[in-house]
């Protein structure tokens, strides 16, 4: 699972949903919680795939300068 806060969402939210959208086939699920009177948005996104396709994922999503990712991972193989 993907967690991600977007600070000032308005300005990073089409490149973060670009990147998301070119791993789409990693995705099995997301949501996204607007926070607008605080400024932020958390998304959620479950992933199924490689470590290498969800590393890449997010160090893509790592070099949008409002965009924080941290990353939750199964020991379980699938």
Not at 68 to 78: A, G
């Amino acid at each position: 699972m993907l967690t991600a806060i977007l600070e000032n969402p308005q300005e990073v939210q089409e490149a973060f949903n670009r990147i998301i959208a070119s791993y789409q086939s990693l995705v099995i699920g997301r949501m996204g919680l607007p926070l607008s009177d605080k400024g932020i948005s958390i998304v959620c996104v479950t992933l199924c795939g490689n470590m290498d396709e969800i590393n890449s994922l997010n160090g893509q999503l790592g070099k949008l300068k409002e965009v924080h990712s941290k990353l939750t991972v199964s020991k379980k193989e699938f």
